[in-house]
């Protein structure tokens, strides 16, 4: 309830605004706040209070003990519940800023996706379907290696896939064409997957009756054995579209437009506005 208006009940959204950042003037530890915080997410399932722990991160009493934050990350993309409020702080904050985004990858996926192919267990493979499917931002020369790895269990080739797809579409993606086409010929995907076109079993250039490399496998093969057109793929340069280069890329939707992160590594500027999804 509000204090002003005690007959008034606050949604979850305006307790998030109200408490979050009151959590990291409790007389805790860093670590207790931290945890704290967590819960107060567990209970609100609130975008801002990701916020708070960024901030309180980037403050001047931080940064936040990396252990105990990264661990609550890794718990809750894990957790059998919505995981939204998480997945959308990792895109836009710690992933969207390059000074975070290669230390953010490792720790909830980069450092122990060897462990997740190998045991397979429900709760891992949930957290790495989540965070490749967020990763579009993070820089190609930091998640190549994790998504190449992931290649190799047939259970996160969608995930895959939707990683390579943000990867271009999103305002901030990072993508190296060159790579792309072979990693995509790996892939073993249900055959209405969305946004892909040209298979007949599911997998780019597989189909039964098409040779790999013809028009009807989904793709072209130009001389130089270079793809050079696909019905969910045209030709771009890596990064930011510009039309005077091109090379490989998708073109099923616009580029995802999501508030950048909140920081003065950001490309939008130091701290210039609350994000979108805050308001």
Not at 159 to 177: C, I, N, T
Not at 215 to 231: F, I, K, L, Q, Y
Not at 234 to 262: C, H, N, Y
Request: with cysteine; proline share 7%.
């Amino acid at each position: 309830m509000s204090d002003e208006r005690p007959d008034t009940l606050l949604t979850a959204n305006q307790v998030a605004h109200s408490w979050a950042g009151d959590v990291f003037a409790e007389d805790l530890d860093a670590a207790d706040q931290l945890r704290l915080a967590f819960g107060l997410l567990d209970l609100l399932d609130e975008y801002w209070v990701t916020c708070e722990i960024r901030f309180a991160n980037e403050g001047a009493e931080g940064p936040l003990p990396a252990d105990v934050l990264w661990d609550g990350y890794r718990e809750r993309l894990e957790a059998d519940r919505d995981a939204e409020a998480v997945t959308y702080s990792l895109w836009v904050d710690w992933f969207e800023d390059h000074t975070t985004s290669t230390t953010a990858f490792a720790e909830v996926l980069g450092n122990d996706i060897d462990r997740v192919v190998t045991e397979r267990s429900e709760a891992l493979l949930r957290r790495a379907r989540r965070v490749l499917e967020c990763s579009g931002p993070v820089r190609w020369t930091v998640k190549e290696p994790a998504y190449r790895t992931a290649m190799r269990l047939p259970a996160l080739h969608t995930a895959v896939f939707r990683g390579l797809l943000a990867s271009f579409h999103d305002v901030y993606g990072d993508l190296e064409p060159a790579a792309v086409p072979a990693l995509l010929d790996q892939l073993d995907l249900p055959a209405r997957t969305r946004h892909l076109a040209g298979q007949d079993r599911g997998r780019p250039g597989k189909g039964p009756s098409s040779p790999p490399g013809s028009a009807e496998a989904g793709h072209d093969v130009s001389e130089g054995g270079c793809v050079t057109a696909c019905p969910a793929v045209s030709t771009k340069t890596r990064g930011r579209q510009r039309a005077s280069e091109a090379r490989w890329i998708f073109v099923v939707s616009p580029p995802r437009d999501r508030p950048m992160a909140l920081s003065s590594g950001s490309p939008a500027g130091p701290l210039l506005a609350v994000p979108a999804a805050c308001w």
